[in-house]
């Protein structure tokens, strides 16, 4: 009888789509269906590390189109709409009965009623951007629904659905493939390369001051370390490692959402990403190698919690993750990173301890003009800049760096060097800038710059108070003053005045700026405003032609407003 039930549960597994997730007994199982009618491909995984985020859902290939249908996963309604030419672009949030929400970006075109709603309420507010609650139950869909077509809007580097699942109330993501969707997965994470890192001044590696990569050999699920020699650490030491995961029908790199660290057998450093809150999601500049990522794009996961890091990934972490070594002896060094269908990989490696040598190398003496504490707000002032960083902004303290240089051509202030582009900030700080030789006439277009190498600006607004220019940067590097005198640039694509347009489905025009950049756009046919989709990454502004566009002869108007107020014009007859 014992044999006959095993047999059947044994049974029952293999007939399983798929692997079944780590989290198969927290969360329903196949109670949604797919968003899409292919076979789920990854082009991006739930926790990716990002620039400045965790990626906070999958990425479903879409085979390099647009336009697929994209069905609602479960009964429910729709909660929060969003348009944007930046973010995901054209999202939709459903909630469900069973406590969750699900998100769709990244759309070309909501469908049915839905799309009427929106439309409707563009309309009434004349704008094209929106991000609205919706009535509980006035839009409802059911499983399987049509209820947009697959796109690559907002902030997408191609064609793609992003797709989440949030807890209802909370509004913290989890991954979406704890949910039993049909993803097969049974290639183990790839591990690439290791870090290691002297955490402070009197330690070392491989007599180096300098952290040191090192590349691996190996595959499957089993590493080793390239070097052919034991690395030699010394001191207060810390590591990471570069990996990455592979589902069995996708070649794209995704991220890993376990990893583990040990030395000599105990357990120094875990982490596992499954849900998280997205006032979190910037913590991640403080898990990752952050100057390797920003002048690399290369993901090296430092098994290391900064004092302000308050993230809640973490398992067991011993010391913050860092690891003395001042004996004479060596010790074992054991990575495991794990997938969310349980396949793993280990990197096994040894190093040799030698005790401190207790000097202080002479590239470590501090350099900086004040020390910044973590845990406090700090306050930097000169005679023609002022920086507040709040206490949330730095993951540990900092021995701040600042130096002025001469104003460079095109700038009304000298160049303010602020720390480096390599130390990240996790909230807004405050930078004011006192102007030189700016004239009064220019003072309302004038506005702070990032300058980056080759003198490029980058702007970053700014408001007038008491003689200096204010604004808030989220990024240390080099700040200045410049004015935009210019007003945006309007060129049409596919129309001309007295254009006849019979037969022709949309009007299409280009908008740039030189410094400020796009604060609106306001189309008007015969004087009434009319709805223009604005793809902000490729400078297109489109009127898809409706009803509002009258038979006959037509006024066309689109004004073109920057960041400082300058506006362009382009006006045309248009015959219908």
Not at 33 to 45: E, K, M, Q, T, Y
Not at 267 to 284: D, G, I, P, W
Not at 387 to 394: F, G, N, S, T, V
Not at 471 to 495: H, K, L, M
């Amino acid at each position: 009888m014992t044999k006959l039930i095993l047999f059947s549960i044994l049974s029952w597994m293999l007939l399983l789509p798929g692997n079944l997730p780590v989290g198969a007994d927290k969360y329903p199982q196949h109670y949604f269906r797919s968003p899409v009618d292919i076979p789920i491909s990854l082009a991006g995984s739930f926790g990716e590390l990002r620039k400045n985020h965790f990626h906070s859902g999958i990425d479903i290939r879409t085979g390099g189109k647009t336009g697929l249908p994209v069905y609602a996963v479960a009964d429910g309604y729709v909660a929060r709409v969003f348009v944007s030419p930046s973010g995901f672009g054209k999202a939709l949030y459903i909630a469900h009965a069973n406590g969750y929400t699900t998100v769709y970006g990244h759309l070309l075109h909501f469908n049915g009623a839905i799309g009427s709603w929106i439309s409707r309420q563009q309309y009434s507010q004349e704008s094209f951007a929106l991000d609205m609650e919706v009535p509980k139950g006035l839009l409802k869909v059911k499983k399987g629904e049509v209820i947009a077509l697959s796109g690559n809007a907002g902030a997408s580097a191609g064609p793609h659905l992003h797709f989440e699942v949030r807890e209802s109330g909370s509004q913290e993501v989890i991954n979406p493939l704890e949910f039993g969707f049909d993803v097969p997965d049974n290639t183990p994470p790839k591990i690439t390369a290791v870090k290691i890192y002297p955490f402070d001044a009197s330690a070392l590696v491989n007599s180096s001051d300098k952290a040191l990569m090192f590349g691996v050999t190996g595959g499957g699920n089993s590493y080793s370390i390239k070097s052919p020699d034991t690395v030699n650490v010394s001191g207060n030491i810390i590591f990471g490692l570069e990996t990455t995961d592979f589902s069995d029908n996708s070649g794209m790199k995704n991220g890993v959402p376990s990893l583990s660290l040990t030395v000599d057998n105990e357990q120094v450093y875990s982490h596992h990403l499954e849900k998280f809150a997205f006032a979190n999601t910037r913590y991640v500049n403080s898990l990752v190698d952050y100057p390797l990522l920003i002048h690399g794009n290369r993901k090296v996961q430092r098994s290391y919690v900064a004092p302000n890091n308050k993230n809640d990934i973490y398992g067991k972490v011993k010391s913050r993750g860092i690891v003395s070594f001042t004996d004479n002896r060596a010790h074992k060094i054991v990575y495991t990173v794990t997938d969310l269908y349980s396949n793993s990989s280990r990197l096994v490696f040894w190093v040799r301890s030698h005790p401190p040598s207790g000097r202080r190398p002479e590239n470590k003496i501090e350099k900086g003009v004040q020390m910044m504490h973590c845990t406090e707000d700090n306050h930097f002032v000169r005679n023609d800049v002022v920086l507040d960083i709040p206490k949330e902004a730095l993951y540990e303290d900092l021995d701040f760096e600042y130096s002025s240089e001469p104003q460079v051509p095109g700038t009304y202030a000298h160049l303010h060097r602020l720390q480096n582009e390599d130390t990240p900030l996790h909230v807004y700080c405050s930078l004011s800038v006192k102007p030189t030789n700016l004239p009064k006439e220019l003072m309302d277009k004038a506005l702070i710059v990032a300058v980056e190498p080759g003198h490029r600006f980058y702007a970053k607004g700014g408001v007038w108070e008491k003689g200096f220019l204010k604004t808030q940067i989220r990024d240390f590097g080099d700040y200045s003053i410049a004015v935009d005198t210019e007003p945006p640039v309007i060129r049409p694509v596919n129309v001309k005045t007295g254009k006849n347009l019979r037969g022709q489905g949309s009007i299409m025009m280009k908008i740039s700026d030189n410094l400020s950049g796009i604060k609106s756009w306001r189309g008007t046919m015969n004087g009434k405003w009319i709805l223009m989709d604005y793809d902000a990454k490729n400078n297109l502004l489109t009127y898809f032609i409706d009803e509002h566009m009258a038979k006959g002869k037509n006024n066309f108007l689109l004004v073109v407003t920057d960041g400082v107020g300058n506006q362009g014009r382009y006006e045309a007859v248009l015959t219908r």
